[in-house]
Nanobody, 123 residues
């Protein structure tokens, strides 16, 4: 699976952005998907995940209630709607695929990665 993120950019605190991740190659709908992020000088961290059919989702405590993960299997696209952005949300955001929804968590366990899109939140 090839993954390409887009939608990042500069935004002021309190603003919103929607990230997209377009998949090609193997069947997108076969995979559970996730968003991770990596801030400067920090380790890559889990943000949100979604099951292959979109019925199950899970969020990190830091984004719960502000971010929404979704997918459109007909368009081979994963989304991350980010609202009420904070300066601490500044990071490169990556989408990633895993064959097993229950195994998502550790970045090292993901099967495929995109190259990331930068989100910069200013105060």
């Amino acid at each position: 699976v090839q993954l390409v993120e887009s939608g990042g950019g500069p935004v002021q605190a309190g603003g919103s952005l929607r990230l997209s991740c377009v998949a090609s190659g193997r069947t997108f709908s076969s995979y559970a998907m996730a968003w991770f992020r990596q801030a400067p000088g920090k380790e890559r961290e889990f943000v949100a995940q979604i099951s292959w059919e979109g019925r199950r989702t899970y969020y990190s405590d830091s984004v719960k209630g502000r971010f929404t993960i979704s997918r459109d299997n007909a368009k081979n696209t994963l989304y991350l709607q980010m609202n009420n952005l904070k300066v601490d949300d500044t990071a490169v955001y990556y989408c990633a695929a895993h064959s097993d929804y229950e195994q998502i968590g550790d970045p090292n366990d993901m099967n495929y990665w995109g190259k990331g899109t930068l989100v910069t939140v200013s105060s």
